[in-house]
């Protein structure tokens, strides 16, 4: 039997599937993260290290599981967080602790690459605005503060191509992750030297850039003996989670979209030229298809609005969890089904971390608002739920604008494991919601490319017929459509209302 192995390097874990040429999931295992640290307001670090230990545990788990050997594995393809900066000395150590995507400290580059640059022309050069989520204002951030650490860097990877390097030995990277990076000439699918030149950022600190599919390195011999793989086995380029989610999604057709739920929030949707928002609130990207591109509005604070909530209020659910061995999330979400859609006029701001579409304000901040004495806990619970899909509506919206079709909507990532959450998707949406029979995302898209790289699949597309099928279809409901319609104008129009307020609360809490 042979088979494609995805690795999946998320913020909370590091995931690995096995998976047929059928899309038939034969063996799956995730290895956890340490918490990322938040030492300051908006700064968010991880130890790639850990992303590294994590990798080797659910690569041998996930063998385990299929009762498959290192040697059935065709090929592997990756898939992770996308914009954290990994910056190695020239030994190949690990400089500092990784500024992951949800770091919010490079404002201050923000504004200077823009008054460098030029908005405009930043829009033409790399297909978006300069945001604190993306790599290069990081980049930025290392050289203004900490520069003896710069001076010493010679090398730059994303989160999933340091666990390239250690499988391999290879520094690379794909188009779709290398588009995170505000390096990237995405129209032409190349590093940008007109970006690199303003900046003042040497070429020479980059990966090469591949195609998803292509075979980017194989597997070493030191690494095969930690891990359990073969020693030769073949590493696809992959691609950043969200276009490796999409593909174990099959958005790989026009019309196709995808609504993802992890720790942050994404709207995905294929195109086949690039599409440019003048404003820049969705992010234009390479597709990890060869030759096509994608946009994406993005959430920060999705997931991590229900974790939070869970971490801060939910002390005797998690109790409870660990005695009886029940999921603490399938508690709250008992909860919130007691409650009518519309939280009884309640609404939730997820703006935890900052916030991109379409806002682009890194001193945005979360709230709830419309808060009386009859509201209860279950309110709370449900408003997060639906606060967050109208955050997402946001991006659908934006779409709309820019006549970008949405004819289905495929849901993926945990938050798609609640029917409530899905219900509550569908209705705010307004349109049908599909789930797949496969769940796993970002690491079943990874390992189909892979399977395109081994040739199993003669192409992405193929890889979507011959391996995804369609479980569930989940229609809007009218009367709540109606309800949700009318509470989106408030919501919509509440940030705005509020931003001056959050930006002088955020200078006094920094």
């Known amino acids: 039997m042979s088979c494609v192995m995805g690795i999946d390097v998320g913020t909370t874990g590091t995931r690995a599937v096995i998976v047929r040429a059928d899309g038939h999931v034969v063996g799956a295992a995730t290895g956890d993260h340490q918490p990322m640290r938040m030492s300051k307001p908006g700064w968010a670090e991880q130890d790639p290290a850990d992303w590294w230990e994590a990798t080797v545990h659910a690569v041998r788990a996930a063998l385990g599981a299929a009762g498959v050997a290192g040697s059935e594995i065709a090929a592997i393809g990756l898939s992770g967080q996308m914009h954290g900066v990994v910056l190695l000395d020239k030994t190949h150590a690990v400089l500092r602790p990784s500024l992951i995507w949800c770091d919010q400290r490079s404002q201050a580059q923000c504004d200077w690459i823009a008054d460098k640059v030029g908005s405009d022309r930043l829009i033409r050069l790399v297909s978006n605005p300069a945001l604190t989520g993306f790599s290069a204002p990081k980049i930025l951030w290392v050289r203004d503060n900490e520069?003896?650490?710069?001076?010493?860097?010679?090398?730059?990877?994303?989160?999933?191509?340091?666990?390239?390097?250690?499988?391999?030995?290879?520094?690379?990277?794909?188009v779709s992750d290398a588009s995170g990076t505000l390096l990237l000439d995405v129209t032409n699918r190349r590093w940008s030297a007109e970006m690199l030149g303003a900046l003042e950022i040497d070429a020479k600190i980059l990966p090469r850039v591949y195609e998803s599919p292509e075979i980017t390195g194989r597997i070493t011999r030191e690494t095969a003996i930690v891990?359990?793989?073969?020693?030769?086995?073949?590493?696809?380029?992959?691609?950043?989670?969200?276009?490796?989610?999409?593909?174990?999604?099959?958005?790989?057709?026009?019309?196709?979209?995808?609504?993802?739920?992890?720790?942050?929030?994404?709207?995905?949707?294929?195109?086949?030229?690039?599409?440019?928002?003048?404003?820049?609130r969705i992010h234009t990207?390479?597709?990890?298809?060869?030759?096509?591109?994608?946009?994406?509005?993005?959430?920060?604070?999705?997931?991590?609005?229900?974790?939070?909530?869970?971490?801060?209020?939910?002390?005797?659910?998690?109790?409870?969890?660990?005695?009886?061995?029940?999921?603490?999330?399938?508690?709250?979400?008992?909860?919130?089904?007691?409650?009518?859609?519309?939280?009884?006029?309640?609404?939730?701001?997820?703006?935890l971390m900052g916030e991109r579409t379409p806002h682009l304000d890194a001193r945005a901040r979360g709230m709830w608002f419309g808060l009386t004495a009859g509201h209860t806990r279950g309110h709370l619970i449900?408003?997060?739920?639906?606060?967050?899909?109208?955050?997402?509506?946001?991006?659908?919206?934006?779409?709309?604008?820019?006549?970008?079709?949405?004819?289905?909507?495929?849901a993926s990532g945990g938050g798609s494991r609640s029917f409530l959450w899905r219900q509550i998707q569908a209705d705010i949406y307004g349109k049908e919601l599909v789930t797949l029979r496969t769940s796993e995302g970002s690491a079943f898209g990874a390992a189909l490319l892979a399977g395109v790289g081994a040739g199993i699949y003669s192409s992405v597309e193929e890889s979507a017929r011959e391996a995804i099928q369609i479980r569930e279809c989940l229609a809007p409901l009218a009367a709540n459509v109606q309800l949700y319609d009318r509470q989106y104008e408030v919501y919509r129009h509440l940030y705005p209302a509020v931003r001056d307020l959050a930006h002088q609360l955020a200078a006094l809490g920094e």
């Not at 659910?317 to 999921?327: F, H, I, K, L, P």
């Not at 739920?385 to 991006?395: I, K, T, Y």
Request: charged fraction near 20%.
């Open 382 to 410: 449900r408003s997060i739920l639906e606060g967050v899909a109208f955050s997402l509506r946001d991006s659908l919206e934006i779409f709309k604008e820019l006549d970008i079709p949405v004819e289905q909507i495929r």
């Open 147 to 174: 520069p003896e650490i710069f001076e010493r860097a010679a090398q730059f990877l994303l989160p999933k191509d340091f666990v390239r390097f250690r499988l391999t030995g290879e520094f690379a990277t794909d």
């Open 227 to 280: 891990t359990g793989l073969k020693a030769g086995t073949p590493v696809v380029g992959g691609g950043g989670d969200q276009a490796s989610s999409a593909v174990g999604n099959g958005i790989v057709l026009p019309g196709l979209t995808s609504a993802t739920l992890g720790t942050s929030g994404v709207i995905f949707t294929y195109t086949d030229a690039p599409k440019l928002d003048p404003q820049g």
């Open 285 to 351: 990207f390479c597709h990890a298809v060869p030759g096509k591109w994608h946009v994406m509005g993005v959430t920060q604070g999705a997931g991590l609005s229900l974790r939070w909530f869970r971490e801060q209020f939910g002390h005797s659910e998690a109790w409870y969890a660990r005695e009886t061995g029940v999921d603490s999330y399938d508690l709250f979400m008992k909860e919130a089904e007691r409650i009518p859609p519309g939280s009884a006029g309640l609404l939730w701001l997820p703006y």
